[in-house]
């Protein structure tokens, strides 16, 4: 026989015809497959309750037996030593310790059978736990006296009566000896059999009904009964077993306790552990090594920080011991910090994070849904899935990432597919309880034929789509920084002069230096690149330029310099930046711009705001369009020329003045009266053709991106308006002169929610509502001043003051009406849900309305930190895990669940 078929796997092949490498794959592959076997569930060691069927079955065989008839009590052999009973483990005050059984340890079902130890009370119960029968045991037999009765003496039966002389035994020498197995009942006056009752015999063995069930009860032979039945073989039989079960140290509560010690220990490890995963998992910290075998110093964080942890966690530091202890070539047969176990840990995590949003919004029952995807490392492209809900408990609005999905298409109708499939893992009734969704404005996403908007509007037309208020903003502030030739030049050379400082570590040494010499103990400010995809950059580039300018022109004036650089091309670069940059010709423009994105930075801030809703950003728009309308001003653009000024005296710089462009002549065509007049004056064409030109087009986009009245926009604008009769302009009007209310009132609205609600009881509720409002608002608020400290005396002008502080609540109270959020609050601490349904279901709707799709993006910020370029290779549902640890960080974990 050959020396290769010599060779044996453990599972009992041998290497036969198999050449060496396939044979080293097969030894690596029953390996593996053996650890596999080995490796037990951690649900498994946290379980709360184990079954102990079998051990008691054993128990139970052994007590049935009728050889123990013959057994010496002296010659059994305890199955725990006393040393064992008495080490540190299991002495454990919490965990297990020798003492009786009490009432926590017996079934909810058999609680209320220990009033007392009467033994009526249980002799009905056919099979008795073994906490039961270690409980009555512990009581003992239930021998009343005469004057512990109710009637103080024992009742007459046929003129004969118990006498207690009973309960003892007088022995042939004298000696008097209790009967530690006669029971008297004080409910039914009877005797029993205690042993017999506890351990029945069977077949010969089995004892009178009289003395386990019905009770003896004929006193005038109740000396020579007793005397017959504690001489037959039945009571014997039963008492030896009830002697053997008192002397031998118990069986079962040993398992028992050392079964509890052990969930306790590994409940304890894994509460640790899921600690250890929420740090990594919410500060996106990666969890594993490039090697974790027992010889690498770093392991990974996970197995770090158990270790750092187990020197202050007494149940870690034990368990970790236990692990070491194996040995390098042995393999523990379970494991809680492996890699699979770390797996295992990070989705139970996030199942649960992901069944409270799910109980959550079904307890809302409306929700709504915002849809984006973005290119990841592992060129996959991810779809983010946020539902917005209103939170009854808390009562907030919430924006949670329920799903994360990879798909290779993302067409309209391959996104709409995946939302069915995730709203369908989830049990949520997208078809009935969706009420509105928002998207950026991706064809894929809002296309009126073959966008998911459209297709999810053909199965449920009340999903009125919201194209996001951000994205929206954003393409107006890229419209109007490229409408004219002095705005693209602000913005262009913007961005290359960030290249040209940042690309160069000289250049950014020179400014740094600059930065810190000519402002001292101010922070370092870094130059912002001039991006179309992240909010307000344009603002935040213009900032850091006007904020850091004399530090720039510092560091231009060096790269000028020949010491400092002898490239040719950076030294042309740099002086074309002095000559812009000090120029009025920037400064107006950069202050022009500066103006306008100052009122356009807050709207973008709030708008990305999760508890914000349409009503709310309806009105704050509105607002910021009209005060873009009132720039529109001579009066206007001369401050900003003020400032501006201001800012080139403050530099001490030598700035150039407006150049006059060279007037071009056209020529005069057939039919043409007069010529065009070109504008000479360098001050009115920057008025005419940058200012102006950037007002009008900023008021322009804003009208026409949210304001527009087109066919598409109708039902929106309608729902709208509607919801602006929750105003506090609306409610004062309507308070003054119920009239005021249009006729249409809520017929858009519910002509798209119209199965949730009945538009006259909603006019009705309505005009209530708005009576009461004020009342329900001034109890939910304290005035700022209970007294008058300036006069303590009561007089007739303290009336005035009551009126002056009475106009005080008003106006607080007016400033919360202009955000539903405030209004719904006081309807649900005031419990007005039954008196004003239409209301409260109206309030819901607009408060679930989405803003934009802002989340969405926010997702992404994590899954950018998540899969980095060292994490690239995880598999999608580890990564979806991760985010839903990661964003929903604000959601508590309980171990117990």
């Known amino acids: 026989m050959s020396d290769n078929k010599i060779k044996k796997c453990r599972c009992g092949r041998t290497q036969a015809n198999l050449n060496n490498t396939n044979w080293l794959r097969h030894l690596e592959s029953c390996t593996i497959m053996k650890a596999l076997k080995d490796t037990r569930s951690i649900a498994s060691f946290c379980t709360k309750k184990q079954k102990l069927e079998q051990i008691s079955e054993i128990h139970t065989n052994l007590e049935n037996t009728s050889e123990l008839m013959q057994l010496d009590v002296v010659d059994v052999q305890p199955i725990l030593t006393t040393q064992q009973l008495n080490s540190p483990k299991l002495l454990n005050k919490d965990i297990c310790n020798n003492k009786p059984i009490t009432l926590e340890c017996i079934e909810e079902k058999e609680k209320y059978l220990f009033l007392d130890n009467d033994p009526a009370q249980f002799c009905l119960i056919k099979d008795l736990s073994y906490e039961l029968v270690s409980k009555i045991l512990e009581l003992g037999p239930c021998q009343p006296q005469p004057e512990e009765l109710t009637e103080k003496c024992y009742p007459k039966r ?44 069977k077949g010969k063995e089995t004892p009178n009904k009289a003395w386990i ?52 220990m590994n409940r304890e490890i894994i509460k640790t552990l899921i600690d250890i995963t ?68 990070i989705n139970s995590i996030s199942k649960f994070i992901q069944l409270k ?6 307890k809302s029952k409306f ?36 799903c994360l999905r990879d798909t290779p298409k993302t067409t309209g109708k391959n996104l709409f597919d995946i939302f069915k499939d995730v709203c369908e893992t989830h049990c949520l009734d997208w078809t009935s ?97 001039v991006s179309t995809t992240r909010w307000m950059s344009h603002k935040a580039a213009l900032d850091n330029v006007l904020k850091t300018f004399l530090a720039i022109i510092e560091t231009l004036e060096m790269m000028c310099d020949s010491d400092v650089t002898c490239d040719n091309k950076s030294r042309s670069e740099a002086n074309g930046f002095l000559s812009y940059l000090l120029s009025k010709r920037f400064v107006y423009t950069a202050f022009c711009f500066k103006t306008v994105l100052t009122i356009l930075e807050p709207v973008s801030t709030i708008l990305q705001k999760k508890d914000y809703d349409i009503l709310s950003a309806t009105l704050l728009l509105q607002s910021k369009y009209e005060e873009l309308i009132q720039l529109r001003t001579d009066e206007a653009l001369k401050e900003i020329i003020s400032n501006a000024d201001e800012f080139i005296e403050n530099t001490s710089l030598e700035f150039s003045s407006l150049v006059e462009g060279r007037v071009r002549r056209k020529k005069v065509m057939c039919g043409e009266i007069s010529r065009d007049e070109p504008l000479v004056c360098s001050n009115t064409n920057f008025r005419v053709n940058t200012f102006f030109v950037v007002i009008d087009r900023v008021t322009s986009e804003l009208n026409r991106r949210f304001f527009d009245q087109s066919e598409n926009n109708v039902q929106q604008i309608g729902v709208y308006k509607d919801i602006a009769l929750m105003t506090k302009k609306r409610i004062k009007e309507v308070q003054l002169d119920s009239n005021r209310l249009p006729s249409d009132a809520f017929m858009a609205f519910c002509g798209v929610y119209g199965k949730y609600l009945n538009i006259n009881e909603l006019k009705s509720e309505y005009l209530i509502f708005t009576k009461c409002i004020d009342a329900f608002l001034k109890t939910n608020e304290l005035p700022t001043s209970l007294h008058d400290h300036q006069n303590n005396d009561i007089s007739d002008d303290s009336n005035s003051d ?67 370029r060292l994490r690239s290779t995880m598999t999608n549902d580890r990564l979806e895990s991760l985010m839903t640890i990661s964003c929903e960080y604000d959601i508590n974990i309980d171990y117990e669940e």
């Open 213 to 264: 069930l019905n009770g003896f009860e004929n006193w005038s032979t109740c000396s020579l009964s007793i005397t017959g039945h504690e001489v037959s073989s039945a009571h014997v039989f039963s008492s030896i077993k009830q002697k053997i079960r008192q002397s031998s140290l118990p069986l079962i509560p040993s398992l028992t306790s050392k079964k509890k010690e052990e969930v306790f």
């Open 433 to 529: 309880y969706l009420i509105g969704q928002s998207y950026d404005g991706a064809s894929n996403m809002r296309g009126q034929y073959n966008g998911i908007q459209s297709l999810i509007i053909q199965e449920n037309p009340q999903a009125i789509f919201v194209w996001c208020c951000s994205h929206r903003l954003n393409l107006v502030v890229s419209d109007c920084t490229s409408i004219c030739t002095n705005a693209m030049d602000l913005f262009g050379n913007l961005e290359r002069l960030y290249d040209f400082i940042s690309c160069s570590k000289i250049r950014s040494s020179l400014y740094e230096n600059n930065l810190k010499k000519l402002y001292p103990g101010e922070q370092v400010r870094r130059l912002k690149r």
């Open 802 to 868: 009551s009126c002056q502080e009475n106009e005080d609540i008003d106006d607080a109270c007016n400033e919360n009406l202009g955000s539903l959020l405030p209004i719904f609050r006081m309807f649900m601490k005031n419990n007005l849900v039954g008196i004003f349904p239409n209301i409260y279901i109206f309030l819901k709707i607009s408060l679930t309305l989405p803003v934009g799709s802002v989340s969405t993006e926010r997702s992404f910020s994590k899954l950018k930190l998540i899969k980095s």
């Open 367 to 402: 929700f709504s849904i915002s849809i984006d995807s973005t290119f990841d490392l592992s060129h996959k492209e991810q779809v983010s899935f946020i539902f917005r809900y209103i939170d009854e408990d808390t009562l907030e609005i919430n924006e949670r990432l329920l």
């Open 357 to 362: 949003i799910v109980n959550a919004i079904k």
């Open 278 to 345: 929420l740090y990594l998992g919410r500060h996106n910290i990666a969890f594993r090594g490039h090697k974790e075998d027992r010889k690498s110093t770093l392991k990974g964080n996970f197995r770090d920080l158990c270790s750092l942890l187990s020197k202050y966690s007494p149940t870690l530091s034990n368990y970790i011991g236990q692990l070491e202890e194996m040995g390098y070539n042995k393999r523990p047969q379970y494991s809680f910090i492996t890699c699979h176990r770390q797996n295992d840990l």
């Open 158 to 201: 046929k003129g004969h009566r118990f006498i207690p002389s009973l309960y003892k035994k007088k022995l042939p020498d004298g000696s008097v000896i209790k009967r530690d197995w006669l029971s008297y009942s004080k409910s039914n006056m009877r005797m029993f059999c205690l042993s017999c009752m506890l351990f029945p015999g």
